[in-house]
Nanobody
Framework: QVQPVESGGGSVQAGGSLRLSCAAS????????MGWFRQAPGKEREFVAF????????DYADSVTGRFFIARGNAKNTVYLQMNSLKTENTAVYLC?????????????????????WGQGTQVTVSA
């Protein structure tokens, strides 16, 4: 069983930055593809960013391209989401997800069904 655990959420004013971290345990012999999603109150869960197993493929939601950046950490199965120029509409619970198998096509990695394990989420609140 793979367990992603997020950290780094908090409150920030619009225009500010936050860095989220995710560490996934349970597959010490494998390097896993991972993604970030977010869910605001009353809204569906939506894709934010993806990174493949070796970091050479990334993908972003159009709304965050150029402001958010995903990267792999030095520790196996650790990823970071650097969020810059935050907007009030970015307020949401941010969830880390692990994708065990499959191609890294945009259609596959942007869908919630493309991921096998999910973290509990970390709250990000952006105030005006």
């Amino acid at each position: 069983q793979v367990q992603p655990v997020e950290s780094g959420g908090g409150s920030v004013q619009a225009g500010g930055s936050l860095r989220l971290s995710c560490a996934a345990s349970g597959r010490p012999g494998s390097t896993l593809a991972m993604g970030w999603f977010r869910q605001a109150p009353g809204k569906e869960r939506e894709f934010v960013a993806f990174i493949n197993w070796n970091g050479d493929t990334t993908d972003y939601a159009d709304s965050v391209t150029g402001r958010f950046f995903i990267a792999r950490g030095n520790a196996k199965n650790t990823v970071y989401l650097q969020m810059n120029s935050l907007k009030t509409e970015n307020t949401a619970v941010y969830l880390c997800a692990v994708r065990e198998y499959g191609p890294s096509t945009r259609a596959a990695v942007t869908a919630t069904r493309g991921y096998d394990y999910w973290g509990q989420g970390t709250q990000v609140t952006v105030s005006a």
